[in-house]
Nanobody, 115 residues
Framework: VVQLVESGGGLVQPGGSLTLSCVTS????????FVWIRQAPSKDVEWVST????????VYSPSVEGRFTIARDNAINTLYLHMTRLQIEDSAMYYC????????RGQGTQVTVSA
């Protein structure tokens, strides 16, 4: 059974940092592209970042470019999202997704940025 389990969310002040993790199982982790997406209440799902399987290329939404860093550790089947200089607008439920933003995802981890 393919599972993705996100963690690391929480409450942080504007300007703060968080690192999200996504532990996967039941799949050949190193053979897949992974995506971070987020969804705020009453808003559409928003693509955040992708790390590709073929060349490890990392791409980011303009809204997070320069502040967020996506990474993967194929040895432990884990995906990361290191978030810095967090803004109130970054508050959302964050999900990791397999292969595309519409792929299998986990249950999410809540990030709340508030003073």
């Amino acid at each position: 059974v393919v599972q993705l389990v996100e963690s690391g969310g929480g409450l942080v002040q504007p300007g703060g940092s968080l690192t999200l993790s996504c532990v996967t199982s039941g799949l050949n982790f190193s053979a897949h592209t992974f995506v971070w997406i987020r969804q705020a209440p009453s808003k559409d799902v928003e693509w955040v970042s992708t790390i590709r399987v073929d060349n490890g290329a990392k791409v980011y939404s303009p809204s997070v470019e320069g502040r967020f860093t996506i990474a993967r550790d194929n040895a432990i089947n884990t995906l990361y999202l290191h978030m810095t200089r967090l803004q109130i607008e970054d508050s959302a439920m964050y999900y990791c997704s397999k292969d595309s933003m519409w792929g299998r995802r986990g249950q999410g981890t809540q990030v709340t940025v508030s003073a």
